[in-house]
């Protein structure tokens, strides 16, 4: 027995197709054609889905919109450097005799102070009074001075009721 190992089988092989060929499926294109319309009938008549979807296609639109522009890049504030604080200039100097001004064109007494701060109440002086400045402070942006009376009784006074003697 003899056994024909040569078999082709390609040249057959287009003889073998299927001949029943499958039907076009229209039924199924027709059922997704009535399910589209109706979702779209649905959104186009609920105003609250409307509104949402027109949300939605901004907020894409807006995406893409960015998304194909170059930024156009914005400046930034104007930041202004700090203008540095400067300290008020001491109206009188260590040693000056000055005297107790006016205040709003009246007589004044004034009581000095035991401490820059003017936390307590020391000897009395009134307008016209000469003093000597010992020493300033700037406190909370205003200077203040130690003075001393003739009779040698010290204190600290605002310099806003100092003025220079003539």
Do not use: C
């Amino acid at each position: 027995m003899a056994i024909d190992r040569d078999l082709d089988f390609d040249d057959d092989l287009d003889e073998f197709d299927d001949p029943r060929q499958k039907p076009p499926r229209r039924w199924l294109t027709f059922i997704l054609v009535i399910l589209l319309a109706g979702g779209t009938w649905y959104v186009l008549t609920e105003p609250e889905l409307q509104s949402s979807v027109m949300q939605m296609v901004a907020t894409v639109r807006g995406a893409l919109d960015s998304l194909a522009e170059d930024p156009v890049p914005q400046p930034g504030p104007k930041v202004q450097p700090p203008v540095p604080e400067v300290p008020p200039v001491p109206a009188f100097h260590e040693g000056q005799l000055v005297t107790v001004a006016l205040r709003e064109g009246h007589q004044a007494r004034f009581r000095l102070r035991n401490a820059a701060e003017g936390e307590q109440v020391g000897p009395l002086v009134k307008t016209g009074d000469a003093l000597t400045v010992l020493d300033g402070s700037l406190i909370k942006k205003r200077w203040v001075y130690f003075v001393q009376t003739p009779s040698e009784d010290s204190g600290w006074i605002k310099g806003t009721y100092l003025q220079s003697m003539p």
